[in-house]
């Protein structure tokens, strides 16, 4: 089993940045790609970002490229989600996800087995 738990969340202006961490259990930590997603009040959870094992590869939703960039330190067997240029609509709870998948880069909830409890993201307009 893999235990998550991220931090690092809170309250930020328009245009203000976070950086948001998930602490990872395990000693096989890099054979994991990782991800977050959000959900919003009342709205369901979403893709924002994945990272290869490696951290050879990224990937990001459409609504955050550009904005938000997703890193690794195996060492440390953390994971980060750097949120810039915040607009209010990036509110949401923000989760991070472990999957074992390979093959293609994991976008759906589906595709990963092990979740954070999520840290909370608000943005004031």
């Known amino acids: 089993q893999v235990q998550l738990v991220e931090s690092g969340g809170g309250l930020v202006q328009a245009g203000g940045s976070l950086r948001l961490s998930c602490a990872a259990s395990g000693r096989t930590f890099s054979n994991y790609a990782m991800g977050w997603f959000r959900q919003a009040p009342g709205k369901e959870r979403v893709f924002v970002a994945a990272?290869?094992?490696?951290?050879?590869?990224?990937y990001f939703a459409d609504s955050v490229k550009g904005r938000f960039t997703i890193s690794r330190d195996n060492a440390k067997n953390t994971v980060y989600l750097q949120l810039n240029s915040l607009k209010p609509e990036d509110t949401a709870v923000y989760y991070c996800?472990?999957?074992?998948?390979?093959?293609?880069?994991?976008?759906?909830?589906?595709?990963?087995?092990?979740w954070g409890q999520g840290t909370q993201v608000t943005v004031s307009s």
């Open positions: 996800a472990a999957t074992r998948l390979l093959f293609r880069v994991a976008t759906q909830g589906s595709d990963y087995d092990y």
């Open positions: 990272i290869s094992g490696s951290g050879g590869w990224t």
